[in-house]
């Protein structure tokens, strides 16, 4: 269950990582850390996951439960949010073309979830 809620959650976050990382801010001075990071070698970034994987599920194949966390998860991001999202899978043509291969728009995407594995997972929902 945390897991779903994480899921939808990091959905828009995991997407808008994906497309501001197509930007190139400009460098900024940053503080030296105390400690280097022990998951990446001195010197390195960590790099987020590359898409490997896409899954589409419509919110009506969630359980009941699931489906209502991920409305209010929704409905707390709000509409800019989802805008991001769906801009954002508009500029990534490995995921834009997943869904045009099962006949959905990103227009009825309403969370995603990037897992570390680069299995990328979009719930859509059916315009009513």
């Given amino acids: 269950m945390r897991k779903t809620i994480l899921f939808a959650a990091a959905a828009s976050l995991a ?16 503080p030296a850390p105390a400690a280097p990071a022990p998951a990446a070698p001195q010197g390195q970034t960590p790099k987020p996951p590359t898409i490997e994987s896409v899954n589409i599920v419509d919110i009506t194949e969630l359980p009941k439960d699931t489906q209502t966390q991920v409305n209010q998860i929704v409905a707390q991001r709000g509409d800019a949010g989802l805008q991001t999202l769906r801009k954002s899978i508009d500029a990534t043509p490995k995921v ?17 979830s990037l897992q570390p594995n680069g299995a990328l997972t979009l ?6």
Avoid: R, Y
């Fill in 96 to 112: 834009k073309s997943a869904l045009e291969a099962k006949g959905i728009s990103s227009a009825q995407v309403i969370a995603a």
């Fill in 15 to 30: 997407l808008a990582g994906a497309a501001s990382a197509q930007q190139q801010p400009a460098p900024q001075p940053s």
């Fill in 123 to 128: 719930i859509t929902k059916k315009a009513s």
